[in-house]
């Protein structure tokens, strides 16, 4: 006959094991709820139409609505800590176009601390293999312009403090692409749900510029593209179109 010493002993691993467990669900929901609890600490405004500097392709023509395979803007003016776009995706664009560095690529996403196309923090959500939120730095100092940087200088920033899955995008769906960078950090929000937190590399402190936001191979409307003042309207920087085609 077993004894009751026996049969508790043969039990208690299953005991801590599950105590075990316990703790770790309860650590993983507490991180979450505090991702859930995290929201924007920077207040953005829209940006007005005529303020919307396109540096690449082209708005369609009386419509705050993009349908071009490459499409860079910025707003004048702006603070590039902080941007926010709200958007209704409508599917692929009429006409394709790979990218500089010779990849075909569906993406949307914000531009921040934008001082040009050489050197500026990157967040797109990507469709392609599979949706996914993909933070990079592209970094080349000294200089400015495609014809001088290329699709040289991208760092992806690869081991965030918390990330969750990101949806894809259907036609007819609206979103809204939201992100920040407070010290640091950089903060990035899918329909008010934070999806990406991370530290940037130390050159990012550095950079200057405005926000903006892109996109490659997609349609969409644009309801609102938002984000901090930056300069006074005295001193707000004249619309200049560029060479700029990233390969990111």
């Known amino acids: 006959m077993v004894s009751r010493l026996a049969i508790a002993a043969l039990l208690l691993p299953v005991v801590v094991g599950c105590s075990k467990d316990r703790n770790g669900n309860e650590a993983k929901r507490e991180m979450n709820d505090k991702a859930e609890a995290t929201k924007p600490t920077i207040d953005v405004m829209a940006v007005a139409q005529g303020d919307i500097c396109v540096t690449k392709g ?9 349908d071009t395979p490459t499409f860079r803007a ?6 590039g ?12 664009s009429t006409d394709s176009r790979a990218l500089a560095s010779g990849q075909m690529r569906r993406q949307l996403g914000l531009k921040l ?39 040289n200088g991208y760092t992806k920033l ?6 969750t899955a990101v949806p894809a995008l259907l036609d007819g769906e609206k979103h809204v692409l939201q992100a920040e960078i407070v010290g640091d950090e950089l903060f990035a929000w899918i329909d008010g749900s934070l999806a ?23 349609m969409y409307d644009v309801k609102t593209f938002s984000a901090p003042p930056g300069h006074t309207a005295g001193d707000k920087p004249h619309c200049v179109q560029s060479d700029e085609d990233d390969g990111g």
């Not at 800590?81 to 692929?92: E, I, P, S």
């Not at 050197?119 to 469709?127: A, G, H, I, T």
């Not at 690869?158 to 990330?163: A, F, G, M, Q």
């Open 196 to 218: 990406w937190r991370g530290d940037l590399p130390a050159e990012a402190k550095s950079m200057s510029g405005p926000s903006g936001f892109r996109s490659d191979n997609l």
């Open 58 to 66: 082209a708005l369609v023509p009386g419509k705050l609505a993009v």
């Open 81 to 92: 800590d902080a941007v926010a776009l709200d958007f209704t995706y409508r599917g692929h």
């Open 113 to 151: 601390r934008a001082a040009n196309g050489c050197n500026l923090v990157y967040v797109m959500w990507r469709l392609d293999p599979k949706p996914a939120l993909e933070i990079s730095i592209k970094v080349n100092p000294g200089m400015s312009t495609h014809a001088e940087c290329g699709a």
């Open 158 to 163: 690869k081991k965030p403090t918390y990330h």
């Open 74 to 79: 910025v707003g004048l003016g702006t603070s």
